[in-house]
């Protein structure tokens, strides 16, 4: 499905559809990286509040962003209700201290009625405690968590520079790099001629500063950038047709046993792959190896080279390196490259560092800061909106979003449907997911994953 934009910024009226955008007054307390994040994706579509004690992070938002700010503290009730927290429809706490998002979320929910509370935390222990109903807010997200999912999809689909998982896990995105080992079977001909996986879609060539919702004529080239939405085994195929070399990830080494080195080993050891640890503090090392008996944990640098040959740290298939600092982040996996590690996950836990991993050769780079923000954003969207992924720097989005009976588009078959703006990959009906072809008809309650501009997410919303 392709549908036609309408365009502007904050406005509440789609001229030519029509309709009024659904406005929400959202407050966010934390103007760091997370609330910068929020902002940016937020702003054009909705009232925007921020809070923070810092005057300089609220005048680099006010500089860039038409947002109400108010310098105070989260924890104060007086300060929230003098910026005026009672207004609020959706409050985000997102600083980077767990306490201070947690006080400030159960004061939002008491001073204003009928708001939704979204805190973030680094504590997997608070995870598990709202999930048992002892924390009176009504969403937690979890950095550490949300980074871990990010590398585990990653690993299932090694050559996507970014995948997510829809439906409950029935359909995957992947934002994949077309080099030259890319298979000739998709690149170079004509999508209606290439060897496309079955149950799969191109939803976008990315080619330079250009955007493709491609059709059957459409070729990809060598260079370009390519989202696809598809079944998880189609993902693979895709993977495996950029790049022939790669395999499934079944024998990891994490560099790093802090709070996210220690929440992406537990989740690959549930999906079964085989992890190793390295790790620097002997205290942490420690907590490692008491957390994950099964796992062997090094307390080591890691660096050092009669360590790496001994221990074979080079023959593992993946190396994740979680360390608290970019810097050792980069060295770690430069280093590991060398010694024959063929695939090379980072975490960046500044923005700036993720252009210097590319250059360095670094496979992905993950910022947590920027998986958080992805995922508390689709709280702001319709409540129809089931899951949102952000691509390219927030520049696209990818909705999981059930039609409503007043669509106009309900009953049209896919092919008869407008041509510019969105394309629909995937739908999933009586909990079944459909690729569709150009017979398809969308009904109503289908759940459909589209691809679109950021900027043009308010439309296609209303669209639906």
């Known amino acids: 499905m392709r549908l036609a934009p309408c365009h502007g910024s904050r406005v509440s009226t789609c001229p030519a559809a029509g309709v009024r955008f659904a406005v929400v007054r959202i407050f966010v307390i934390g103007a760091g990286q997370v609330g910068s994040t929020i902002v940016e994706a937020l702003h054009e579509d909705h009232e925007l509040t921020v809070l923070d004690t810092e005057a300089s992070r609220l005048q680099a938002l006010t500089g860039r962003f038409d947002v109400s700010v108010y310098e105070g503290d989260g924890t104060s009730r007086k300060d929230l209700a003098a910026a005026g927290i009672r ?15 947690l006080v400030a979320g159960m004061f939002a929910r008491r001073e204003a009625e009928g708001v939704t ?18 924390l009176d807010v009504d969403f937690v997200v979890s950095s550490e968590l949300e980074t ?57 060539i990315i080619r ?72 620097a503090s002997r205290e942490q090392a420690r907590r490692a190896a008491e957390a994950f008996p099964g796992t062997r944990v090094f307390h080591a640098t890691g660096f050092d080279p009669d360590f790496i040959e001994r221990e074979r740290i080079g023959q593992a298939q993946a190396g994740i390196f979680a360390m608290r600092d970019d810097a050792k982040n980069l060295y770690a996996s430069s280093l590991m490259r060398v010694h024959g590690i063929p695939f090379t996950i980072a975490i960046a836990h500044e923005p700036v560092s993720i252009p210097a991993f590319d250059q360095a050769g670094i496979d992905v780079s993950v910022n947590p800061r ?3 923000a992805e995922e508390i954003v689709r709280f702001a969207h319709d409540p129809r909106m089931q899951q949102v992924a952000m691509l390219e720097g927030n520049r696209y989005e990818v909705l999981d979003i059930t039609t409503r009976e007043s669509s106009r588009y309900i009953g049209t078959a896919f092919r008869d449907m407008p041509v510019h703006g969105a394309l629909i990959g995937a739908i999933v009906r009586n909990g079944q997911a459909i690729f ?9 309650g289908d759940r459909v994953i589209v691809f679109t501009e950021a900027a043009n997410v308010p439309w296609v919303v209303e669209a639906l």
């Not at 207004?87 to 998002?101: G, M, P, Q």
């Not at 979204?118 to 002892?134: A, F, H, M, N």
Request: charged share 25%; with cysteine; hydrophobic share 45%.
């Open 87 to 101: 207004a609020a429809d959706l409050a985000i706490a997102c600083t980077s201290r767990d306490e201070v998002n």
């Open 117 to 134: 509370t979204v805190i973030r935390t680094s504590s997997v222990e608070y995870v598990e405690l709202w999930r048992q109903g002892q």
């Open 148 to 204: 871990a999912y990010a590398i585990s999809r990653i690993l299932g689909v090694p050559a996507a520079r970014q995948t997510d998982v829809f439906a409950g896990g029935q359909v995957q995105v992947g934002e994949f790099d077309v080099d030259e080992d890319a298979s000739r079977d998709v690149v170079g001909v004509s999508l209606r001629e290439a060897g496309i996986p079955s149950d799969s879609k191109v939803a976008a």
């Open 208 to 279: 330079r500063d250009e955007t493709i919702l491609p059709g059957g004529d459409d070729v990809i080239l060598e260079g370009d950038r390519i989202v696809i939405i598809g079944s998880p085994g189609a993902a693979k195929a895709w993977s495996s047709l950029l790049w022939p070399q790669g395999g499934a990830v079944r024998d990891v080494v994490v560099y790093g046993a802090g709070r996210a080195g220690s929440a992406i080993a537990r989740v690959l050891l549930d999906q079964g792959i085989t992890v190793r640890m390295i790790e």
């Open 370 to 372: 920027a998986v958080t």
């Open 436 to 444: 569709p072809h150009g017979d398809d008809v969308l009904q109503t």
